[in-house]
């Protein structure tokens, strides 16, 4: 079964830093590209970030360019979202997504459960 | 960047009915979209990629169509599991959300 699971979520005051997580599973994690997609409380989906199967094309959403570094590591089926300078508007649930195929598959198929981030003082 | 407009924002209907929803690009994005469902607390789940082509195991009665910058998501007969929201996405260039249409119960 194919399985993401996201973890690292959590309060952090304004300014702070956070690096989220996911874990992948039952599918070969270094044939695809990866995604991370956030959702603010009671608002629609936003893209973040992608990131190719090696990590020779990365691309950023303008609201996190220059704060957020999307990475991964093949070997350990892991995604990663180093998340600094974090403003209140960057609350919200952030989803881990797999492209849909592994070749020009720009969908997202399948996705985490989510781990929610909460940027306060 | 594209840009995507989705209508309506919201919409009530019956089961039983036909429900229609629309994307807009701002640019000719080549049928290089996917449809999405989204219940409360859940994450959201694909029903349709490249304009028209129906997810594994997504029932029949979704439907997309369209093609250049204007898209089409339709659900011909609404079944009481079918209330959420949909999303559109374009992945032409990078990636970007249509706003969302929440399906309600009338």
């Known amino acids: 079964e194919v399985q993401l699971v996201e973890s690292g979520g959590g309060l952090v005051k304004p300014g702070g830093s956070l690096r989220l997580s996911c874990a992948a599973s039952?599918?070969?994690?270094?044939?695809?590209?990866m995604n991370w997609v956030r959702q603010a409380p009671g608002k629609g989906l936003e893209w973040v970030s992608s990131?190719?199967?090696?990590?020779?094309?990365?691309y950023y959403a303008d609201s996190v360019k220059g704060r957020f570094t999307i990475s991964r590591d093949n070997a350990k089926n892991s995604l990663y979202l180093q998340m600094n300078s974090l403003r209140a508007e960057d609350t919200a649930v952030y989803y881990c997504?797999?492209?849909?195929?592994?070749?020009?598959?720009?969908?997202?198929?399948?996705w985490g459960q989510g781990t929610l981030v909460t940027v306060s003082s | 960047d594209i840009q995507m407009t989705q209508s309506p924002s919201s919409l009530s209907a019956s089961v039983g009915d036909r429900v229609t929803i629309t994307c807009r690009a701002s640019?000719?994005?080549?049928?290089?979209l996917a449809w999405y469902q989204q219940k409360p607390g859940k994450a959201p789940k694909l029903l349709l990629y490249?304009?028209?082509r129906l997810e594994s195991g997504v029932p029949s009665r979704f439907s997309g169509s369209g093609s250049g910058t204007d898209y089409t998501l339709t659900i011909s007969s609404l079944q009481p599991e079918d209330f959420a929201t949909y999303y559109c996405?374009?992945?032409?260039?990078?990636?970007?959300f249509g706003q969302g249409t929440k399906v309600e119960i009338k």
């Open positions: 039952g599918f070969t994690f270094s044939s695809y590209s």
């Open positions: 490249a304009a028209s």
């Open positions: 640019q000719g994005i080549s049928n290089s």
């Open positions: 997504a797999r492209d849909g195929i592994a070749v020009a598959g720009g969908w997202f198929d399948p």
């Open positions: 996405q374009q992945y032409y260039s990078t990636r970007t």
């Open positions: 990131i190719s199967s090696s990590s020779s094309y990365i």
